[in-house]
């Protein structure tokens, strides 16, 4: 120490004042960093700000095109039609969207019943073999302690004479048995805890669907899509109602106030009918089953066929009969089927 301060010119008086300086030098690297990471915190929220504050400004903008085109007795009827047919889209995308989950929640159940069944089948099988072998313990303590029980009448039955004579090769022998039966209790108390394990044991958790589950339930989902699609397509309702999530409200002119008023009886008309956008078991399934036998893949390990490969509309009738069409509705995201689609 002596040395070292010879070195940096400190006396030894002086080196109550340079560890003072020392941890002055160290607080002020942390301020320094405390101060970094404020001023990071800092600019953060001031970008944050300025999104909302542009976010605002969009949003004012908006508000005052709304207004303009109400102001406006050629337009404000073609901004009603805009919103109801907004509104009716949104049903028919919350119709596909609970189609979609009720279906992956059962394809998930039925996964996740058959990991159940086959992990409650091997545990029932190992705690069936672990009660075997308990009984089989259970059993041979029983000979054991019926030994020793016999071992000590006969003992009992002998002379004086005869005891006195035995007396050592009968104590070894039951000190033998009584090894013995403690050694089976011990085992099976073992035993019975392994048992008591296998029965407490947790269920394991559901794996996610495979590939195939996952492509089988998305053609469910298309031919749902296609059933909307075709339930609607009179009057061009489901392509007047896809527009109107593209398009914001102005970029569509509907047309004269009378024009108007035909979309939206046509709308409330239709929108009645949502609820009847349903079809036998077997119907879906045959649509599914078209889509299937054409759809193409990127890879084994997509769920998502390409767009251009289901791009095929297959209106089909209660007897079986199929009329072809062509409508990319992944492709244009008919009713967000995009988000619908398991992956």
């Not at 303009?68 to 949104?90: C, G, H, K, S």
């Not at 890879?299 to 209660?318: F, K, M, N, R």
Request: with cysteine; glycine share 4%.
């Amino acid at each position: 120490m002596a040395s070292l301060t010879a070195i940096l010119g400190i006396s030894e008086g002086d080196s109550g004042d340079s560890d003072k300086l020392l941890e002055l030098y160290r607080n002020r690297a942390e301020l320094k960093k405390d101060f970094d990471s404020l001023r990071d915190d800092t600019q953060k929220l001031q970008d944050q700000i300025k999104d909302q504050v542009g976010e605002a400004a969009r949003l004012q903008q908006k508000l005052e095109h709304l207004e303009d085109l109400l102001l406006d007795p050629d337009w404000a009827y073609n901004v009603i039609v805009y919103y109801q047919l907004r509104a009716f889209n949104l049903r028919c995308v919350n119709q596909l969207a609970h189609f979609a989950e009720q279906l992956k929640q059962n394809s998930e159940q039925q996964q996740y019943g058959k990991v159940i069944d086959a992990w409650q089948d091997e545990r029932d099988e190992e705690a069936q073999a672990m009660q075997a072998r308990i009984s089989e313990h259970q059993a041979q303590l029983q000979t054991l302690k019926d030994q020793f029980q016999a071992e000590q009448q006969r003992y009992s039955s002998m002379s004086s004479f005869a005891r006195f004579l035995r007396k050592r090769s009968v104590r070894k022998t039951l000190d033998r048995i009584a090894s013995q039966v403690e050694a089976t209790r011990s085992r099976e108390a073992e035993l019975l805890a392994e048992l008591e394990e296998i029965r407490s044991r947790e269920a394991p958790d559901t794996e996610g669907l495979d590939i195939a589950t996952k492509r089988s339930i998305n053609f469910m989902i298309l031919a749902f899509t296609q059933q909307i699609y075709v339930h609607f397509a009179a009057d061009n309702l489901a392509g007047l109602a896809q527009e109107s999530s593209d398009k914001s409200v102005g970029a569509i002119n509907y047309g004269t106030r009378k024009e108007c008023e035909d979309i939206l009886d046509i709308v409330r008309e239709r929108a009645a009918s949502m609820d009847d956008v349903t079809e036998f078991a077997g119907i879906l399934k045959q649509r599914a089953q078209l889509i299937a036998e054409n759809a193409l893949f990127n890879s084994d390990g997509d769920a998502v066929p390409v767009p251009g490969s289901v791009s095929t509309v297959y209106e089909i009738d209660q007897n079986g009969g199929v009329k072809e069409k062509d409508a990319n509705l992944i492709g244009e995201n008919y009713w967000d089927v995009a988000r619908a689609l398991s992956r």
